[in-house]
């Protein structure tokens, strides 16, 4: 069982890019801990300020080539923010055809595709005027999930009803990059989607 970890710099948290097997020092490698098993292989390979294109580049190579099981696909906040700090549209009905395409690609070789959304911490606020974007940027990628029947983790959400415990910056300090906290969060939401179909709860007894 190969399971293949996509998406920007959330995903890829520092990871060795010498050594192929690293899994960074976030919610990847938390969940490498968590199914811990000689059968299965953790493989990331989020690259940081990725966008949905860039991620289309290089899919070739860093997806297909690799032949996972699993493909679990975070990416998106970085399509938003470069809209705001660079000027570089991001034009959603272009962004949901190039994320189809990824998905069209991988579909028919991989077991599963478990896509993530994108999320917004209100920790950061010269980042608000981002959040309508990044709304609409999560519906985008939620019709995409219930049209290809995948898997879909509601981070977004999920961040949103955790800040009513525990302030916003325990979570995130800049509301894009997750604390450790932050990536124990995304570890347990993406455990809890997939334990279900990938363990099977035993028949039961007559």
Not at 61 to 75: E, Q, T, Y
Not at 132 to 141: N, S, W
Not at 146 to 175: I, K, M, Q, S, Y
Request: contains cysteine; charged residues 25%; aromatic residues 6%.
């Amino acid at each position: 069982m190969r399971i293949l970890f996509q998406g920007d710099s959330v995903t890829d948290c520092g990871r060795n890019r010498a050594k192929s097997a690293d899994t960074g020092a976030g919610y990847v490698s938390r969940i490498a801990h968590a199914l811990r098993d000689p059968g299965i292989e953790i493989l990331n390979r989020g690259v940081a300020g990725d966008r949905v294109s860039d991620l289309e580049a290089r899919w070739q190579a860093d997806c297909l080539d690799l032949r996972p099981d699993v493909v679990s696909i975070l990416i998106g906040i970085n399509n938003v923010w470069r809209h705001f700090d660079s000027g570089e549209e991001h034009d959603l009905e272009v962004f949901e055809i190039d994320y189809q395409r990824l998905i069209d690609r991988i579909a028919p070789t991989a077991r599963r595709v478990i896509l993530m959304e994108p999320f917004l911490i209100p920790s950061a606020p010269d980042k608000e005027p981002m959040r309508p974007l990044v709304d609409a940027t999560i519906q985008v990628i939620r019709t995409l999930a219930r049209r290809n029947h995948l898997d879909l983790v509601p981070l977004d959400g999920l961040f949103t009803a955790a800040c009513r415990h525990h302030p916003a910056r325990h979570w995130a300090e800049d509301g894009v990059h997750p604390s450790a906290a932050g990536h124990q969060l995304i570890a347990d939401a993406w455990l809890d989607a997939y334990r279900p179909a990938a363990s099977p709860a035993p028949p039961a007894k007559p």
